[in-house]
């Protein structure tokens, strides 16, 4: 079956809500991005979130790429 259609495949085909519950929004040295996590701290980038090009000429945040995050808490 072929769809010619300008529609993104989501929207025709929706994921289930545990599909999504998955993935994470976090900001990270000022670019956001879409991540999931892998195991213990480390994330993996899913997608990049920005209006910057730079951002995504930047090797560090490409797809596929692993991240660690850690969490301070300042009162």
């Known amino acids: 079956m072929i769809l010619y259609?300008?529609?993104p495949?989501?929207?025709i085909f929706p994921a289930e809500a545990k599909?999504?519950?998955a993935f994470s929004f976090v900001e990270c040295n000022g670019v956001q991005m879409q991540v999931?996590?892998?195991e213990?701290?480390?994330y993996e980038v899913v997608r990049i979130l920005s209006t910057n090009p730079?951002?995504?000429l930047n090797?560090?945040?490409s797809p596929g790429q692993k991240i660690t995050m850690s969490?301070?808490?300042s009162p």
Do not use: I, V
């Open 54 to 56: 730079e951002d995504y």
């Open 40 to 42: 213990g701290n480390e």
């Open 5 to 7: 259609t300008s529609m």
């Open 71 to 73: 969490f301070s808490f």
């Open 59 to 61: 090797e560090q945040y």
């Open 19 to 21: 599909e999504y519950s």
């Open 36 to 38: 999931r996590q892998t």
């Open 9 to 11: 495949e989501e929207l």
